[in-house]
């Protein structure tokens, strides 16, 4: 018997997936993403429940796809922004997440600063927690919505060549992604300067190259990761313009992939630095399917949590 | 007055001695030890069954006081040490305020004075107030008491900072240990670089980090004729930096916490993802690491087995993994560890492991103990080897809980620890009629 | 196990209530079908099929997937989520004559959510509902206009509709309790 409920309360990364919870994901998404193109967007399913985005980092993209994707499903939506600083001095995140908590949220939308925050969150609260990006570690939805969107353009992930090149090192984007498309028999290979490659990469089955040519070599698809200005300045290369002539996606980098080939990018992305604007705004570049997906991908994970076998019902 | 133990397997190598006999205790002295000793106006207490060892030092402990007493106080880590079976600690100085001057160091001598438990044996810091600057007051320190210099927290900030304290401790008996790590390397790391850290997307402290700073300490150690002692070892390259380090003869020791010698990096994922208490400083790390503390305990490399207790509060490590301080306690569960994982296991004897927790450790601080000579000071430990014990940190006698031994059950425990001739622990477990 | 309904059975009635449509309609003017999910999509297309063959006209046919609009899924007692699956009106349902067509009408509930849904497509001018069998039972004020069966059935019985093209058979059996 298909699926049809993932067997998890929470969605913490990837990681925890099997690969038919991830394709229950999609082909849910598939279905809410019609409801995106009606005229009224919006369902009853969520009516009376109420979803908590805490986010503790700043995050235009991610917050605002979720609120939408909430909204959608007629959750009620409440969106606390903590500035890193003001924890600092402040209560502990446990302590604001009691807090909320004694508010009988069913979800809480977690986007924070340290690895594993979601997991701490998990053993405390009662709600369902929803991992929007934690630290370098993962950002599930981030990669469901990638691969949702390979699979509408490709028909499939199985035997495809993914090439991801950028900060493989300090991004949750890449190990989500390395996860999912791994799990789902993509052949994934992974390209950066040897100073932004993280230790195992090799044992989670990946290619591992420096060689950006090669990466992209009669590639299906090219994600391109954001290189972070900070990065320069922590010593991991010498300037963004050694970089971008190293590793930038130009065109002629791309014309090494299939002809096909979908050039994507989680955003927001740094025109002339990891990415040529020509490549950004090419016939190839499915960035903004991206952001439009993300919302229906989110709808997706937000139903079938609140649905999950385990979820407590908050009255 | 005089109490005889009678019957015990007497574990004793600095006196070449392993085998049945009675210890004849007047006072807070050892009068003699030997076969079926009378029992002429002793308190008789049969301990057959059960291994009597030199009293157990632990010669890296953070006992919190002054400054930090919500995690430990000298009096409830003195407690939870005898309980584990020690009959002495030295603790570290990264104390608020540092124990760089008299003063802390006459503190915390008058706080375990008045608790009357285990000894303390304060160690001062290397640097006034650990800043890596200029020498505190050694000689100073030394004289109120303190048994060893360090920085620990932190590794000696330069080269030639080490160089001086090398020099002039040399002038005191006193070794300089070292908690190795450059800082350069270690950046803002909280797991031990790996896949496991990778995956965990958690910043990496390479072993290198620890194995640069060995490296350093054990060439000016050699230069300079001094003392130095390699505080809490985790990386592979290190120990084998200390096993070159004394094939050429240089004035190196090093010790070993149980948590290095038992678990992985692997506990950061599971059974609790990001658990707190899977968090200190050196990290857990591979399976190579792991192995290589074991072989170098099993070849007479390693010296001692330190607890590197560092009680915290629950509050603190209650945390992301990111926020959470570096340690966990350690005075409770070590001779069990030893035991279980060590002695049973067959690699290492009873007497190696007397020797690794009181022979050595006394001999690295020029302290008394790690003998049963008669005349000895009478600190004792007794061992139940075949206890059957289950950690469960409620009932930690320390005043903090982070330990990640929770619910683990290991074989082999304390029986009881006198100190000075009186009994200052007894295991409840134990029949001791 | 009681077959209510044979393939030869559900055929004439599917044949019947294509001319009471056409009767009732006066024609196929404006007018679209919507099967909802899964089984009254197929019987949708049949009655397409039926309607074409009599008039010589297309007619439109969509498909409704209701899950999101079900009052079962969050309320009191949840159980596991049910798939959800696309909803397909390829065509406006302004100003139109809309035929829902379901396979069983039982309590009314997934009528009512229907009614939900397919009014967040728009302002149809009329909504008609088929169903190839009627058990009883309403919890809501809700009736069909045309009815393949109508079987009396105890609440602990269970009606299923197997078809075809998604079961391989044409047949409706009464289940009793298990």
Redesign the interface.
């Known amino acids: 018997m ?1 699926l ?2 993932l067997r998890q309360k929470h969605l913490l990364g990837i ?1 925890d997936l099997s690969p038919d919870e991830i394709v ?1 994901v999609l ?2 998404a ?3 993403k ?2 995106g193109q ?3 967007k ?8 109420t979803v908590i985005n805490l986010f503790f980092e700043p995050s235009t993209r991610t917050r605002t796809s979720f609120e939408i994707a909430e909204k959608r ?1 007629s959750a009620d939506t409440l969106n606390v922004a903590i500035a890193s600083s003001s924890v600092v001095k402040g209560e ?3 302590d604001t997440a009691m807090n909320l908590e004694a508010m009988s949220p069913s979800m809480i939308v977690l986007r ?6 979601c ?2 969150l998990s ?1 405390i609260c009662k709600a369902s927690i929803v991992n929007a990006g ?5 950002h599930p939805t981030q990669a469901l919505l990638d691969a949702f969107t390979i699979r509408e353009r490709k028909g499939r992930l199985a035997g495809l060549k993914v090439a991801i090149v950028g900060d493989l090192l300090h991004s ?1 984007v890449l ?1 989500s992604n390395v996860l999912l498309l791994t799990k789902l028999g993509a052949e994934v290979w992974v390209c950066a300067p040897a100073t932004l490659i ?4 090799p ?2 089955g990946v290619r591992v190259t420096t060689r950006v040519d090669e990466a992209v070599a009669g590639a299906d698809v090219i994600m391109m990761l954001r290189i972070q200005l900070e990065r320069m300045q922590g010593g991991f290369f010498p300037s963004l313009r050694e970089y971008f002539t190293t590793f930038g996606m130009t065109e002629a980098r791309v014309a090494r992939a299939k002809p096909d080939v979908i050039i994507m990018h989680p955003g927001p992305i740094n025109r002339g630095v990891e990415i040529a604007s020509e490549v950004a705004d090419g016939a190839h570049s499915v960035i903004l399917d991206q952001v439009a997906n993300g919302v229906a991908v989110r709808m ?1 994970v937000l ?2 949590l ?4 385990d ?1 407590e ?1 908050v ?1 | 007055m005089k109490r005889l133990l009678k019957g015990g397997r007497v574990v004793d190598p600095a006196n070449g001695r392993d085998g049945i006999f009675d210890v004849l205790i007047d006072g807070d002295r050892i009068a003699e030890v030997g076969a079926s000793l009378s029992a002429d106006g002793a308190e008789v207490m049969p301990v057959a069954g059960l291994v009597i060892c030199p009293g157990f030092i632990d010669m890296h402990v953070h006992l919190r006081e002054p400054g930090q007493e919500h995690k430990e106080t000298v009096a409830t880590g003195t407690a939870a040490a005898v309980a584990g079976g020690f009959t002495a600690v030295a603790c570290m100085p990264n104390t608020r305020p540092v124990n760089d001057n008299a003063g802390v160091t006459q503190l915390i001598l008058q706080k375990a004075a008045d608790a009357n438990l285990a000894r303390v044996y304060p160690i001062g810091a290397v640097s006034r107030g650990q800043k890596g600057e200029e020498l505190a007051d050694i000689a100073e320190l030394k004289a109120a008491g303190c048994v060893a210099v360090t920085d620990d927290g932190l590794p000696v900030a330069t080269a030639i900072l080490a160089r001086r304290a090398l020099e002039y401790t040399s002038m005191f008996d006193m070794p300089m240990i070292e908690h190795c790590e450059d800082p350069s390397l270690k950046g803002d790391g909280v797991a031990h670089e790996g896949p496991v850290a990778a995956s965990l997307g958690l910043r990496g402290i390479p072993g290198a980090a620890e194995a640069i700073t060995a490296g350093r300490d054990i060439l000016l150690a050699e230069m300079t004729g001094g003392h130095v002692h390699i505080a809490h070892m985790s990386a592979w390259t290190t120990i084998e930096a200390v096993r070159q380090g004394k094939s050429r003869g240089v004035k190196v020791t090093c010790e070993v916490c149980p948590h290095h010698f038992t678990l992985t990096d692997d506990m950061l994922a599971a059974p609790i993802a990001y658990d707190t208490n899977t968090k200190m400083n050196p990290p857990l790390r591979a399976a190579r690491d792991r192995d290589a503390m074991i072989a170098g305990i099993a070849d007479g490399t390693v010296d001692a087995i330190a607890t590197d207790h560092a009680p915290h509060h629950y509050d603190e490590k209650n945390v992301e993994f990111d926020r959470a301080p570096f340690g966990i306690v350690g005075l409770e569960t070590a001779v069990s560890i030893t035991l279980d994982r060590l002695v049973h296991t067959g690699v290492i004897t009873l007497s190696r492991m007397v020797e690794l927790m009181s022979v050595n450790p006394s001999r690295i601080l020029h302290v008394p103990g790690g003998s049963l000579a008669a005349g000895a000071v009478a600190d004792i430990t007794i061992l139940a080897p075949d206890l059957q014990v289950t950690i469960d940190k409620t009932r930690l006698v320390s005043k903090s809980k982070n330990t990640p031994y929770h619910g683990w059950s290991f074989t082999g425990g304390v029986a009881a620890t006198i100190v000075g001739g009186r009994t200052v622990y007894s295991n409840p477990a134990v029949k001791l009629t | 196990m009681p077959v209510v309904m044979d393939a030869e059975r559900i055929s004439r009635a599917l044949t019947r209530i294509a001319h009471e449509i056409l009767e009732h309609n006066r024609g196929l003017a404006d007018l679209a079908l919507v099967g909802v999910r899964r089984r009254g999509v197929p019987i949708a297309q049949r009655l397409a099929a039926e309607l074409t063959t009599i008039t010589r006209e297309e007619v439109a046919v969509g498909a409704l997937d209701i899950t999101l609009y079900r009052d079962d899924l969050m309320g009191a007692s949840v159980g596991l989520a049910p798939l959800v699956r696309k909803t397909e009106i390829p065509f406006s349902i302004d100003g139109r004559t809309i035929v829902l067509v379901d396979d069983v009408l039982y309590t009314g509930r997934t009528t009512r959510a229907a009614l939900d849904a397919l009014t967040d497509f728009g302002r149809p001018k009329s909504i008609q509902l088929v169903v190839l069998v009627d058990r009883g039972h309403r919890e809501l004020p809700i009736k069909a206009d045309y009815v393949g069966k109508n079987v009396p059935t105890s609440r602990q019985e269970s009606v299923q509709v197997h078809l075809r093209e998604l079961d391989g058979v044409d047949e409706v059996l009464l289940q009793g309790k298990a």
């Open positions: 298909a049809t409920a990681a229950l082909d849910t598939d279905a809410m019609e409801v009606r005229t009224i919006k369902v009853p399913t969520l009516r009376g429940r499903l502990t995140l446990v924070h600063a340290s690895a594993g925050a997991h701490l053993r934690d630290g370098m570690h993962e949750r190990r993280p230790p195992g990469l044992q989670m997706a139903y079938l609140a649905g999950g076998a979820n019902t009255a």
